[in-house]
Structures are given as structure tokens and as C-alpha cells.
């Protein structure tokens, strides 16, 4: 969910018995380049685990190097492939990843690869 799964609702869920969550959707090209935008997306504390961090992507390195700037604060990274909104269609993000199963391989090998 973009912009909703913020570290309070995090909390709030876990204090209903919430095992694992998620952040939200966080556009990987942007949390990549710029350490204002990493600090603007993503909020944690020593509390907020198991947490799983969700992101955008179109590009394999964008994706790789935003997972590993995150990784010392996560139990995972999620490549978004759901989201149905109009704009993330339109920047080829979300659900319409699902028609593009190359591009999806291709990401997932990246981040694998390191």
C-alpha cells in the first residue's frame, strides 16, 4: 500500500498479533539515488521485525542497490508486481509487471546475483 504502511501502522498491527510486515511500496530508482528520499520512505526501529521491504522497479540495478542499501534493516525485499493503480501502470511498475515475466527474472537475478 503506498504511503500506508508506515512504521506506526506497523506497530498497530503487531500489537494485534501481526507476525510479519511490509513496508510500503517504495519506488527503488529513487530510494537508490538519493539519501533524502531513503530517509523520506523508510522509518524503522529495533522493534519493527520480521519486516519485509516492498519495492518498485523497472530497472535490475536500481532494484539491487536499493535492496542492499536496506538490507541491515529487513528480513526481505518484495518486488511489487500487484499494485493496480493507474499511475504505476503507467510507469510500468505494479500489476504490469506480470506481463513482462522476462523483466521480473531479470530484476529478481540481479538482486540475487549481489
Known sequence: MVR????PFR???KIYGCDVT???MILADCFSKAKNAR?????????????IAQFAATEP??????AKLISPYVDG???NCG???RWAVKEGIGACMC??????FKIVKRCKRG
Not at 61 to 66: I, R, S
Not at 99 to 104: A, H, K, M, S
Open 4 to 7: 500506508y504502511s508506515s512504521l
Open 11 to 13: 506497530h498497530l498491527v
Open 22 to 24: 511490509y513496508t510500503h
Open 39 to 51: 530517509d523520506a520512505d523508510f522509518q524503522h526501529c529495533i522493534n519493527d521485525r520480521p519486516l
Open 61 to 66: 540495478e536500481y532494484f539491487a542497490k536499493a
Open 77 to 79: 525485499v518484495d518486488l
Open 83 to 85: 499494485c493496480p493503480q
Open 99 to 104: 506481463t513482462n515475466p522476462d523483466l521480473i
